[in-house]
Structures are given as structure tokens and as C-alpha cells.
């Protein structure tokens, strides 16, 4: 007898910096999963090119796209809960557009959630690569449900690419903020604080693209502030103590403002090995 398995809605947003070719990867990857979304909610947060309208275009029926098409750019958490709000389905998976998803992602995660009705969060470890997956062999690897809490302390205890949450949990407290370059740990953050379960498959689900450019991006003063307000909006709170406040504060910051050679060998030694 084959298992009925409970629909689920692909969320995504897009914006005119994307590039059209990962775009067109990450739908890719959606169509070759072995079980495929009821929907694929795509929130073009402002104006798209028309190369990135084209591929929606092409696969806007084999992927049942609903495209929400916002005015003006509202920013990643603004425009996600404006795809939030439009899921039909309880279970809602995130996919970034610019991530491969592997074969089984869907079905490994849908299985999980049918079996374990408790856990509300639940996303993955993911490989990084630059050009083709497996190139960089580096692993973002997060913590099973037991060591979740004391490990968002630290980091961010989710993969935000490999995401899959139940859509009630989420509207509970109010979906996405507004805390810029933060909104999933934020998130995640408030939920764990009110009791929500999550859990980390421990296995890769999704090929990032990440590269040494794009981690020499993540310095400077601009990210420094915001980890700045990120950490404080924590500590009030409740959810970091102050000791742990002024750790986070020194260490995060410190890797923010380094110069851009120190920031790799750091993250790729030290952080994801």
C-alpha cells in the first residue's frame, strides 16, 4: 500500500541580483526531487530581470508556480512572509535561488515530519560548493534536537537553505522580522525561546553555492552593526545571558571586521570542518 503523504508548499523569493543560470539550477533541482511540491509560492521581492522572468516562465507549469509580484523590493523577510501568508499547505519547505536541492530532499524531510508530529522545525546539514557540488568539501553541519537550544546561543542552530517548518508554528510568532541579515536566526530564535521542536537531519539535503568571494562579502562595518543589533535583540530578549552576550559580541564582530584573508581561513579551518 503506498503511503499518503501530506502536500507541502515550496517557498522562494527572488529579486533583480539573481542570477538567471543558479535560478534556473535551483528549479531544476525542484523538478528532479522524487516527490515534488503541491506548490511553489515565488515572491519576486521588486522589479525582476527578463532573463529571470523567462525561467520562471519555463517552468512555471511543470512546477505549478505562483508568482507574487511585489511593486517595490521589501527586503528577504518582508517578502517571504508575503509567500508565507499565500501557502496553501501546513508544510512549507524552503529552497533559495541559487541552492541545488538533492534528489530525496522532499521526501526525506515530508517522512520525517509524518513520523515525528511533534517537530515543528526541521532542516539539515549542507555541503557549500563554488562552481560544482562536492568542490569545496566543506559542511555546514548543526546539531540534532537535544543540543539545539544551547547551541543557538552560539549560531544559528538551522540550515536556512535546507528549512522545512509546519506554517502554523511560524505565524504563531508573527513569521519573518525585520532584523537585516538575520530574519532565519531570528526566527528560529523566538521559536525555540516559546518551546517549538526542531531537529537536524544529519545528513547533506542541499548543495549551497558559497564562495570566498561571497564570504570576503559578509565583513565590514555594515555586517558588523547588524550583528551588533542581532546579538543585543537577543539578549532583551531573554534568550542569550550577559556573559554569553559579551562573547558573542567579541567574537562575531571580531570575525566581521578582520581583514578578508584571516575571515576565510577562519571559517573554512575553524567553523565548518
Not at 149 to 178: D, I, Q, T
Not at 199 to 212: G, P, Y
Not at 258 to 266: A, D, Q, T, Y
Request: glycine share 4%; net charge positive.
Amino acid at each position: 500500500m503506498t503511503t499518503k503523504l501530506e502536500p507541502f508548499s515550496v517557498l522562494m523569493a527572488v529579486y533583480c541580483k539573481d542570477d538567471p543560470f543558479y535560478l534556473n539550477d535551483a528549479l531544476s533541482s525542484i523538478y528532479q526531487n522524487s516527490l515534488l511540491p503541491a506548490e511553489l509560492i515565488l515572491v519576486e521581492d521588486g522589479p525582476i530581470t527578463d532573463e529571470l522572468s523567462k525561467i520562471i516562465d519555463y517552468w512555471n507549469k511543470s512546477l505549478n508556480i505562483v508568482r507574487i509580484k511585489l511593486e517595490n523590493n521589501l527586503g528577504l523577510g518582508n517578502a517571504l512572509n508575503i509567500g508565507l501568508k499565500n501557502c496553501n499547505n501546513e508544510i512549507i519547505i524552503r529552497v533559495d535561488a541559487d541552492d541545488l536541492n538533492r534528489e530525496h530532499r522532499f521526501l526525506t524531510q515530508i517522512l520525517y515530519l509524518k513520523e515525528h508530529q511533534d517537530i515543528q522545525l526541521l532542516s539539515s546539514w549542507v555541503e557549500e560548493f563554488e562552481h560544482t557540488p562536492g568542490d569545496k568539501k566543506v559542511f555546514r553541519k548543526v546539531p540534532p534536537s537535544y543540543k539545539l537550544v544551547n547551541f543557538s546561543k552560539k549560531r544559528s542552530p538551522f540550515n536556512h537553505p535546507s528549512m522545512a517548518f509546519r506554517k502554523s508554528a511560524v505565524l504563531s510568532v508573527g513569521g519573518y522580522g525585520n532584523e537585516h541579515l538575520y530574519e532565519d536566526y531570528a526566527l528560529w530564535m523566538k521559536l525555540l525561546y516559546i518551546g517549538v521542536k526542531g531537529d537536524n537531519i544529519q545528513d547533506v539535503l542541499v548543495d549551497m553555492r558559497f564562495s570566498n568571494d561571497a564570504l570576503k562579502r559578509r565583513g565590514g562595518i555594515k555586517y558588523a552593526i547588524s550583528e551588533l543589533k542581532a546579538q543585543l535583540n537577543f539578549y532583551h530578549s531573554g534568550f542569550i545571558s550577559f556573559p554569553r552576550l559579551i562573547l558573542n559580541i567579541a567574537t562575531r564582530i571580531f570575525v566581521r571586521v578582520i581583514p578578508n584573508s584571516l575571515r576565510v581561513f577562519i571559517y573554512r579551518e575553524l567553523l565548518r570542518r
